[in-house]
Structures are given as C-alpha cells and as structure tokens.
C-alpha cells in the first residue's frame, strides 16, 4: 500500500458542496493540493468556495453520463475520494423501505462502482495514484438505526476489498474510510457525541499520508476498530444493544 502526498496533488471530491466533502475539500487545499476537482450534484453549491487550484464540475454520481463527462473534463486526477452518500434511514417494516434501499445501493454502491471503473484507467495513466472510499463503521456491523443504509456501506466495503487486489496491479492504492457519528446534516437525528467534519477531514487525509488502508478517522471509529478486530460478535452485540435502547427510549417517550 503506497502512502500519498497531498500536497502537490490532484484529487476528484464526489458530494463535495457540504459535510466531511465539503471538509475534505477544504483540507486538501489547506494542505497544499495542487487542484481539486470539487464535483455536486448542484455546482453552484460550491458557488461559496474561491481557489484557483479549484474545479467546480457537475456530478450526480448515479448519473453515467455525468461520469462520463467528469472522465473527460479531468484527465489529470491522481486521487480519487468517492464520498457522497445517502442515509434515508427508514426501518425495514416501513412501507418505503425497499425503495429507499434501492437508492441507498444507487447513490452508496453502484456510483463509486461506476465511478471505479470509469476513473481506473484515468489513474493508470497517471502512475496509479489512489481510490479512497468513504463507508462507515455501519457497513463493518449493521447499525439497525438505518438498516438498510448499513446495508448498501457493506457493499461498498466488499467493493473496496476487491479493488484493492484488482487495482493494485496497476499500482492504485485503495482506501477504505469507516467513520462513526459525524456532525453533518446526515446524522442530525442521532444523539450521540459526534466528531466534526473538519476533524474527520484531518484523519482521512493524514490516514492517506501514511499509507493506512483502513481508516478510522473518529475516536468512537476508533474504539469500534479495536473491538470488530478482536471479536466481530461483540461489535453485533455491542451495537444492537445501543440500538434496542435507543428504540425503547422513544418507545418510551411517545
Ligand atoms: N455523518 C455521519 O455520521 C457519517 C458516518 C459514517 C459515514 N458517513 C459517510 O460520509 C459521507 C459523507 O456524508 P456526510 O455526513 O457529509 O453527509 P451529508 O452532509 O448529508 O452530505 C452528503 C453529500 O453527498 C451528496 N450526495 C448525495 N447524493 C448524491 C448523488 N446522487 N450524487 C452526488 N452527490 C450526492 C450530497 O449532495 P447534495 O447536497 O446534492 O444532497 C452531499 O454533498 C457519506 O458517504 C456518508 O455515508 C457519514
């Protein structure tokens, strides 16, 4: 696993206009990027951001030919950091569960898989470079909370393992990103303490830096790390009972 500068870099951000994108973003070139393709699915979004090392592109990851011409209009990108993502956070006896799962695998799984195979050859040529995925420690263990979100990162990581081994024969190091609670509009509804996007931020990159193919950028990441090594049973365990009782606390609040 080859460890990546950032400084002097050229980096693709997917969902970049808010949240640990938007961080991400900022970080990069605070930390001396030479470009970063910054890529919404509404550019003007960005419209806030002033860099000249900044490329605003369009990008609705679950749209091919926006991919498509994100490939072209780029053809310098060294690392790729496929972060959108979508929790629509339903239960799975909800009525607009299997529709909501299936935008979860559109937006979670099937981009960065399009994204993968599009931008593959782009980072060949370019001496390989890296494909950094943003999951979740929900993807490692299901977190009931959002079932079906859990679901679609655990996906995403049996995607990233795969690219690892297929694309490190053209020399692309593969990361795998795996936060807990983040302080972004996505976890609003959540209550536990949250780690800032901005920190989050730091972690990924330095992970980067220093060639680290699991990243956990957060203390509970960190924490819920250390306990899936050593027993993922317990990590079942573990997150079902916060799960039960955060049920039961609103079970019994209503
Ligand atoms: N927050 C957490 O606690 C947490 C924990 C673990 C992992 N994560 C992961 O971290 C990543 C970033 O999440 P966040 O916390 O920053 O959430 P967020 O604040 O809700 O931001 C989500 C980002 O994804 C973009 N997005 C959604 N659908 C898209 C699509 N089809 N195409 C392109 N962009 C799309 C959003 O763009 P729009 O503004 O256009 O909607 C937004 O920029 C996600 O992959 C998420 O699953 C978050």
């Known amino acids: ?21 938007r961080a991400l973003t900022e970080a990069l070139l605070a930390r001396g990027a030479k470009k970063v393709y910054a890529t919404a699915r509404d550019p003007q979004s960005l419209g806030d951001l002033h860099d000249k090392r900044l490329v605003v592109l369009p990008l609705d990851v679950t749209d091919a030919d926006q991919i498509r011409a994100a490939v072209e209009a780029a053809p310098d990108i060294e690392i790729v950091i496929s972060n959108a993502g979508v929790s629509l956070g339903t239960a799975i006896t909800d009525i607009a569960t299997v529709d909501h799962a299936r935008r979860e695998m559109e937006v979670n799984y099937f981009g960065p898989l399009k994204l993968l195979q599009s931008l593959a050859p782009t980072l060949a040529r370019n001496g390989g470079g890296a494909f950094v995925t943003v999951g979740s420690v929900a993807g490692l263990t299901n977190a009931a909370f959002f079932p079906t979100y859990s679901a679609s990162k655990a996906a995403l990581h049996s995607l990233t393992q795969a690219a690892r081994v297929l694309l490190g024969a053209q020399g692309t190091s593969v990361f795998g990103v795996y936060p807990g609670p983040v302080d972004t509009d996505m976890s609003r509804a ?65």
């Open 1 to 21: 696993m080859n460890a990546q500068k950032i400084e002097g870099s050229i980096t693709l951000v997917t969902g970049a206009n808010r949240g640990i994108g």
């Open 190 to 254: 959540l209550t536990f303490p949250k780690t800032s996007a901005r920190d989050v931020a730091k972690a990924v990159l330095d992970g980067i830096e220093a060639g680290q193919e699991d990243i956990f950028p957060d203390p509970f990441a960190l924490d819920f790390s250390g306990q899936f090594e050593a027993s993922p049973k317990a990590s079942e365990r573990q997150f079902a009972a916060m799960v039960t009782a955060m049920l039961s606390g609103s079970a019994a609040a209503a």
